[in-house]
């Protein structure tokens, strides 16, 4: 499956994006997603993933209740809704699809977040 991510911009603090992830190629249905983020000099690290199906969704501790992560596999589309965004927000933003062995195995291209404060 290939991923790619947008919808990512200039926000200033409070405000909201919605990150979008086209996937195309195999049956998107049948792949869990996430999304990550890299923020400079810091390590990459999970935002939130949802589940093939949608049965169940994971949300990092620093976005819970700000964060929501869709999907809508008829699209072939995953989205991520930030609110109340916080310059600490601020970092290139990637779509991920999970592999048979279950790992984070297809990566779609980063979309750059900046919340100013």
């Known amino acids: 499956v290939q991923l790619q991510a947008s919808g990512g911009g200039l926000a200033q603090t409070g405000g909201s994006l919605r990150l979008s992830c086209r996937a195309s190629?195999?049956?998107?249905?049948?792949?869990?997603v996430a999304w990550f983020r890299q923020a400079p000099g810091k390590e990459r690290e999970i935002v939130a993933s949802i589940t093939w199906g949608a049965t169940s969704t994971y949300y990092a501790d620093s976005v819970k209740g700000r964060a929501a992560i869709s999907r809508d596999d008829a699209k072939y589309m995953a989205y991520l809704q930030m609110n109340s965004l916080k310059p600490e927000d601020t970092a290139v933003y990637y779509c991920?699809?999970?592999?048979?062995?279950?790992?984070?195995?297809?990566w779609g291209q980063g979309t750059q977040v900046t919340v100013s404060s």
């Open positions: 190629g195999r049956a998107f249905k049948n792949y869990s």
């Open positions: 991920a699809a999970q592999n048979v062995g279950g790992r984070w195995g297809y």
